[in-house]
């Protein structure tokens, strides 16, 4: 063999042992996951624990979608009421859960159909010893995101016509009260849960919680003047800035992973991994789904593809599969996500005829997509069933929609919650804020 040879071969060699070598070490370290059997207590805490802060704080970054989801669909006239509204209700419905929401929601409900009034005490420093099997902080936090989602979808429908501080007592109360006494009869261990009511991450307990108040609250407010002509035409009111509208949306589909991820409660071992990894999949499916599928009906239907229902249609898939985004096969999630479209596409005309102003179409998204989700988790979760699902709805929605509408008249009695045509008319940004969003274009 001549040097040359010799020497090319020699190089072979190397390089096939140094290709082999990285290969065989991933084959180790393979090996070494699938045969894991856990962790220790102490790890799984830990670990337990910083789901539920990462999950927390990407809820958390939920309002700042909803806020530019807002903004970008009202009026400029209005942008910048809708980002007070959004800081307000988050700073008003964090203190509330803690001032009474999370007692109410969790301790001591025992079956039955709320908890206790009074704050929440929190653990000393250093006193935490994670006997709950996470920080109890942590699962505070995590649980107070959500309570202030369900402000959130208020504060779309009724906006351009309410006044700020009715809307904030309204917030006060929801927060404190109703959401946390329907969230605890199932999320409490109340009477909902001891059906076998299943809602895993709140399509029910969260959004159509919201979402059958924003329903009261914009019956009893009407519609936006000029809204609605008197032979029952539609007056379209474009909202002042689609881009930031479209980065409120991809904001909010981020958020949703710790939204539903998060409600997994526990990274303490590979299959409580595996779990929230497949949660991540289903709910960027579905939410996908249901883009794609509003994209194609408005084609079918209306010849333009509207970019506000397509994000609309995204956030009705990631409503849908909140309920059960874990046990569903990727073509089931498919399947859910893609019917909230249809709910989008259909629904929004629908409260048009019957002349319910909801400026955002938040109604559509959260209450009727969220109904759809709930009830459909008995297809995929056996432990569900059709009859529990369906009286949970029902039962959820007639407390928070009565509820809602006895505060919303209450408001309106004692205080007015609706601005004057002259004010609505200059827009809430002059009349209730006194900073304008865009002066330069006013």
């Not at 956030?315 to 709910?343: D, H, N, Q, W």
């Amino acid at each position: 063999m001549s040097s040359k040879l010799k020497l090319f071969a020699g190089a072979t060699a190397i390089a096939a042992a140094s290709f082999a070598l990285p290969a065989l070490a991933q084959e180790e370290t393979i090996i070494d996951l699938t045969t894991a059997t856990g962790v220790s207590p102490a790890t799984q805490e830990i670990f337990n624990t910083l789901l539920f802060l990462i999950g927390g704080f990407l809820v958390m970054w939920m309002a700042a979608g909803f806020a530019m989801l807002e903004m970008g669909l009202v009026r400029k006239k209005n942008a910048s009421m809708q980002g007070l509204k959004n800081i307000a209700l988050y700073s008003v419905g964090g203190i509330m859960f803690w001032f009474t929401g999370y007692n109410l929601m969790y301790s001591g409900v025992d079956g039955g159909f709320m908890g206790t009034f009074g704050p929440y005490v929190f653990p000393g420093p250093g006193l935490d010893d994670g006997s709950a099997g996470y920080s109890v902080a942590s699962d505070w936090f995590f649980q107070m995101v959500f309570c202030a989602t369900t402000a959130s979808i208020v504060s779309g429908t009724v906006a351009e016509r309410i006044k700020f501080w009715p809307f904030i007592i309204f917030t006060v109360i929801l927060t404190g009260i109703l959401y946390p006494i329907t969230g605890s009869w199932e999320w409490g261990a109340g009477w909902l849960d001891g059906m076998g009511f299943s809602d895993f991450a709140g399509s029910t307990l969260v959004h159509s919680v919201g979402g059958w108040a924003a329903l009261a609250g914009a019956i009893v407010l009407g519609p936006r003047a000029g809204k609605y002509s008197p032979d029952g035409t539609v007056n379209p009111m474009p909202g002042s800035n689609i881009p930031l509208a479209v980065l409120g949306t991809f904001i909010l589909w981020l958020g949703w992973f710790g939204f539903n991820g998060g409600s997994q409660l526990a990274l303490g071992s590979i299959a409580d991994a595996g779990d929230v990894s497949k949660i991540f999949v289903n709910t960027n499916l579905a939410a996908a789904a249901g883009a794609v599928v509003a994209m194609i009906l408005l084609q079918i239907i209306y010849k333009k593809v509207d970019v506000t229902m397509v994000l609309n249609g995204a956030l009705a898939g990631l409503v849908s599969i909140t309920a059960e985004p874990l046990t569903p096969t990727v073509p089931m999630a498919l399947f859910i996500g893609g019917i909230g479209g249809v709910i989008v596409v259909l629904v929004v005309p629908l409260l048009d005829k019957l002349k319910i102003d909801d400026v955002v179409g938040a109604i559509p998204v959260h209450l009727v997509a969220g109904i759809w989700g709930t009830f459909i988790v008995a297809a995929t979760n056996s432990d569900a069933s059709y009859g529990v699902q369906l009286i949970g709805i029902v039962a959820i929605g007639a407390f928070t929609f009565i509820a809602s509408l006895i505060v919303w008249f209450i408001l309106k009695a004692i205080m007015g919650i609706r601005v004057s045509p002259e004010e609505e008319a200059d827009g809430l940004d002059k009349s209730e804020v006194g900073v304008e969003a865009y002066p330069e274009f006013m």
